[in-house]
């Protein structure tokens, strides 16, 4: 073996090494490949790193049945859904449910916001509950069929599910939509970086 076929060899090896593990941790965030929920096992869809300007805000990870490459199909993909969003950097939660609600006004038509408002104000008051999001929260959106909608956040479920599958499409519009608060983050959570 030649020293220069030994150190490509090697430099393949470290390259392949770190590519695992930058697969399985982000920003010291471990990301599992799968997870249970509602009884059914869930496949990591994809994962990423959501930014506010040069701020890291949280790693959002979406897991599903199986691979989904746009908000159609996350929406008609069978059995459970979760995205999470575990926080890496303190934020106010109050001021954060009101960016989800304008990431829905950016999304939705205006024809159906209307529909959207009673579902709307009770996201936001899961936020301003919730006051501080620290680094190490974490949120789920868990869409369980037959259940609607369970946020979860801190451990804690918070209130009822939103059962209306439209309400879900226009929350998860926030990431997937046409006009996403992060579009770096919606190719990464669905796979496509």
């Not at 529909?115 to 868990?142: A, E, H, Q, S, W």
């Not at 869409?143 to 209130?159: D, F, S």
């Amino acid at each position: 073996m030649t020293l220069k076929h030994f150190f490509s060899t090697w430099l393949l090896a470290a390259c392949a090494a770190t590519s695992a593990v930058a697969a399985t941790e982000i920003h010291g965030v471990k990301i599992e490949d799968s997870i249970t929920l509602a009884g059914s096992k869930l496949q990591l869809n994809g994962a990423g790193t959501r930014f506010k300007a040069v701020f890291k805000v949280y790693v959002g990870e979406l897991y599903t049945s199986q691979k989904v490459s746009s908000l159609d199909e996350l929406i008609a993909a069978p059995g459970p859904k979760r995205l999470s969003m575990t926080f890496v950097r303190e934020i106010e939660a109050g001021p954060f449910g009101k960016l989800l609600t304008r990431g829905v006004e950016d999304n939705v038509p205006k024809n159906e916001m209307s529909k959207l408002v009673p579902g709307l104000i009770r996201m936001g008051d899961i936020f301003t509950v919730n006051k501080v999001l620290v680094p190490g929260d974490v949120i789920y959106l868990d869409w369980i069929p037959g259940t609607g909608m369970v946020v979860t956040a801190k451990g804690k479920v918070q209130g009822e599910p939103f059962k209306e599958p439209e309400f879900y499409k226009a929350i998860m519009s926030i990431w997937f939509g046409p006009s996403p608060a992060d579009f770096k983050l919606k190719e990464a959570l669905l796979g496509q970086k």
